[in-house]
């Protein structure tokens, strides 16, 4: 095996000797911030009643089935307009959190929310801990692709743009979907492929999205062990999910193949009529299945990890062109792989400051049309360059054109090219 690079980081040469330090420290300030902000800073206002996710509240209620035996019926949960959509796993994570709920009968904010539902205190630390894996994921890549230098500030732009609209949201699934994506693309950076695919199945089993990284994930396998990275990374995920229908199929087919939205929750999409409520599939999203198989085939062979990882974080990003309501934590994924891709081409602070820029629009409610033209000005600001790398054609060393980058910096490490 000969290995092609442009240049190598002297510090990432020596790897890392502390790969956990900082991700524990800012996912304990995480935890902190989170908790403080949902307890006591309601408290201090005069709110009358914690600030908590409602969506965590029925991820929760789905784990109680699992320490019930009840592990197959954890679609079951909720009513028409408040079901548990996340991937089978989730339930098997939280389920400690509701053995501890159900032994010392704390309060759940669902069915109903009680201004203070006692079960918080034990579940918002632990899925805000999630941050913890989240940012050695992101470390971790870092490291791989030779990015010695500013791993800290990375880690810190994907907390602020990233982490933090999961949880506001509460979707840790969403957070640990993309730590087994990251993790994933390291494994396949660092030629260890098939070993990748398995936690690419693991991610697509904790939220469906992460299905869209497939096709790139095998285009930049080596073409002998293709087909066994396809099989790995896509099989488990349709045995298990299969084996929930099999087994309820009536509610696991409206989570799973027929997912709901709701209008009135998020921002609705042009396409989508102003007076929809409820919709129980989107067909437009196999858009963003197209779009993952395109990119995917125009990336095959491709050794260079800044055009690898901007290729996926386009994918992700561009999903919400596809859905017929979109969120703040929909865009975290795309936002987490750009960051990385674009730490390994130059600075990324204006990419940060454009991230975080998108993410305010979002409590913001002003006309539709006016409100799209707006994300669209700056999802283009996010999506048009790395895409314009995609579309150009590679260097002698797979590699479009010299990147700029700092004196400290010398650049990524390419994929080692094998025979």
């Known amino acids: 095996m000969s290995t092609e690079a442009r240049g190598r980081d002297p510090v990432s040469e020596l790897g890392d000797p502390h790969p956990w330090r900082a991700a524990i420290v800012l996912g304990l300030l995480a935890i902190a911030a989170g908790m403080l902000a949902s307890t006591v800073l309601p408290v201090v206002l005069g709110r009358g009643g914690w600030w908590t996710p409602g969506d965590a509240w029925i991820s929760l209620r789905a784990a109680h089935y699992v320490p019930q035996g009840a592990w197959p019926l954890i679609y079951e949960t ?11 796993l989730l339930p098997l994570v939280l389920a400690p959190v509701a053995y501890v709920s159900d032994l010392f009968h704390l309060r ?14 034990v ?9 913890i894996p989240l940012l050695y994921a992101v470390r971790a890549l870092a490291t791989e692709i030779g990015l010695g230098a500013r791993r800290l500030l990375l880690q810190g732009a994907v907390l602020i743009v990233a982490f933090v609209p999961i949880a506001l949201y509460g979707h840790v699934e969403d957070a640990i979907a993309l730590t087994l994506l990251l993790l994933a693309f390291r494994d396949l950076l660092a030629g260890r492929e098939l070993r990748g695919a398995l ?23 080596p073409a002998p062990v293709r087909l066994r990275v396809a099989v790995r990374s896509l099989v488990p995920p349709a045995l298990l999910e299969g084996a929930f229908l099999a087994m309820d199929y009536p509610y696991a087919s409206r989570a799973l193949l027929h997912t709901p939205t709701f209008a009135s929750l998020g921002h609705s999409a042009l396409w989508i009529s102003p007076s929809a409520d409820y919709l129980s599939s989107v067909p437009a999203r196999a858009g963003a299945i197209l779009l993952a198989v395109v990119v995917g085939w125009r990336m095959r062979d491709q050794r260079d990890p800044s055009r690898v990882l901007a290729a996926v974080g386009v994918i992700l990003l561009a999903r919400f062109f ?14 987490t792989f750009l960051l990385v891709s674009e730490r390994a081409w130059r600075r990324i602070v204006t990419k940060t400051a454009i991230a975080a820029a998108l993410l305010l629009a979002f409590p913001l409610h002003p006309d539709r049309q006016l409100w799209w033209a707006g994300v669209y000005v700056l999802g283009a600001a996010l999506l048009v360059p790395p895409a314009r790398r995609l579309l150009a054609r590679p260097g002698p060393r797979g590699d479009p ?3 700029p980058r700092e004196a400290d910096d010398p650049g990524p490490r390419a994929v080692l090219s094998r025979s």
């Open 322 to 335: 596809f859905e017929s309501v979109v969120h703040a934590y929909y865009l975290a994924p795309g936002i």
């Open 108 to 121: 759940e904010g669902y069915p109903f929310a009680p201004p203070y539902p006692s079960a918080w205190i």
């Open 199 to 221: 936690l690419v199945a693991a991610a697509i089993a904790f939220k469906q999205w992460s299905l869209l990284a497939v096709p790139v994930f095998v285009a930049i396998s």
């Open 78 to 88: 909720g009513t028409k307009h408040d079901i548990f959509d996340g991937g089978p």
């Open 123 to 131: 579940y918002g630390p632990y899925v805000l801990a999630s941050a």
């Open 401 to 403: 054109g010299a990147a």
